[in-house]
């Protein structure tokens, strides 16, 4: 299995192999586990128990010294439904390791709570993907994750991130709907001029109030008529 995720996530040549041993982990778990026909969580276990640990995997996540232990308990905390590590995974978004910071997100990408998918959705430190991930996710919740609204405008606001992150935050504030509307309105009017665009395509999407069509028309053009 290593073998095969290793090639497909093709690491850099001057990377020793056993340095990706664990985080070869958190990016099968992104993609559901390629490779792998049968449960985990056994295996990652053993991977734990190698490293004599002796506590339960929220205190491995926030406190153990070795960096493949809290990416193992990262990942075995999802495969295991353990929702009671959730606080660790949202405190781990801010761990020194990026690659910990990066399980930690895929973590909670997978177990697909608004808290944690806003948390992922607004940081910056766990890379752009997974962040793009997490705004779809959110887009899947629709008006439930009105709760997201300030993160996904976080991400909107991002100048260092590509559109697709942009549109993915857009189909998010589109799916969740009317409760949008007032921070679509807002930053219609006064935010960037990145932020303006974004806001005018999801207001056309859920429908433009009236005294603000002639500002989405000037931004994004008239609408074509069908």
């Not at 075995?76 to 801010?94: G, K, P, Q």
């Not at 997100?105 to 992922?120: E, F, H, Q, R």
Request: aromatic residues 8%; hydrophobic residues 45%.
């Amino acid at each position: 299995m290593f073998n095969a995720i290793k090639s497909w996530l093709r690491p850099p040549e001057n990377r020793k192999y056993g340095e990706y041993t664990a985080y070869h982990w958190a990016a099968a778990l992104r993609d559901d586990f390629p490779y792998f026909n049968e449960d985990p969580a056994p295996t990652l276990r053993a991977g734990l128990d190698a490293h004599n640990v002796d506590a339960d995997l929220p205190i491995l996540i926030c406190t153990h010294d070795n960096v493949d232990v809290r990416i193992l308990s990262c990942v075995l905390a999802t495969v295991e439904s353990r929702t009671d590590c959730h606080a660790a995974l949202l405190a781990a978004l801010n761990d020194p390791s990026d690659r910990v910071r990066r399980a930690a997100a895929i973590a909670l990408v997978k177990m697909d709570t608004i808290a944690g998918l806003s948390a992922v959705v607004a940081g910056k430190s766990h890379g752009k993907g997974i962040r793009t991930q997490a705004a779809y996710r959110l887009a899947e919740h629709g008006p439930a994750a009105k709760s997201a609204i300030p993160a996904l405008f976080a991400l909107i606001n991002d100048s260092d991130i590509n559109f697709r992150s942009h549109w993915a935050a857009g189909a998010a504030l589109k799916a969740i709907g009317q409760e949008a509307m007032p921070y679509l309105s807002h930053a219609l009017r006064y935010g960037s001029g990145q932020v303006r665009f974004e806001s005018a395509v999801s207001l056309r999407e859920i429908g433009v109030p009236v005294d603000l069509q002639p500002l989405v028309d000037q931004i994004l053009g008239p609408e074509s008529p069908e």
